[in-house]
C-alpha cells in the first residue's frame, strides 16, 4: 500500500435532501457509491491524510464503458452504451473499505471541521 488509502465504502441510502431543500431521486441515488468517505488507513508515502480524515474521491480513473448490441434497423446495428464503476475493495475484520490510491482524492477535510448527514452530504 505504497501510496494506497483505504476508505469506508458508504453508499447513498433513500432520499437525499440538500440544504437548500433540494431532493435528490433515491431511484437513482440509492445503492450508489458516495464521493465523500471516511480514511481507515493510509501508506507509508501517504503524508498528508491520517484515519478519521474525511475525503472526497474521484472515481473517473475506475469508470468502465460497456457496449450492449442494440436493435438492428435498416441493416444497421445500434449500440447502447452503459457506464460503470470498477473500484477495488478489500474486507478487513468483516467490513469491506474502497482500495484508492492518494492521487484519486480530490480534497480532504478534518472531522472536526464538517458533519456528513445520513445521506451521506457533506454540512
Not at 27 to 51: I, S
Not at 86 to 100: A, C, D, K
Amino acid at each position: 500500500m505504497f501510496n494506497g488509502v483505504l476508505t469506508t465504502a458508504t453508499t447513498y441510502k433513500g432520499d437525499v435532501t440538500t440544504n437548500g431543500g433540494l431532493i435528490l431521486d433515491a431511484t437513482k441515488m440509492e445503492g450508489t457509491m458516495n464521493p465523500y468517505q471516511r480514511v481507515f488507513a493510509v501508506g507509508k508515502m501517504v503524508t498528508d491524510l491520517k484515519p478519521g480524515d474525511i475525503v472526497f474521491i474521484n472515481f473517473k480513473r475506475y469508470a468502465k464503458v460497456r457496449h450492449i448490441p442494440g436493435a438492428i434497423e435498416d441493416n444497421v446495428q445500434s449500440d447502447n452504451m452503459s457506464m460503470y464503476y470498477e473500484i477495488p475493495m478489500v474486507e478487513v475484520g468483516g467490513q469491506q473499505y474502497l482500495r484508492i490510491q492518494n492521487s484519486d482524492i480530490e480534497f480532504a477535510v478534518s472531522p472536526e471541521d464538517c458533519e456528513i448527514d445520513e445521506g451521506g452530504l457533506l454540512q
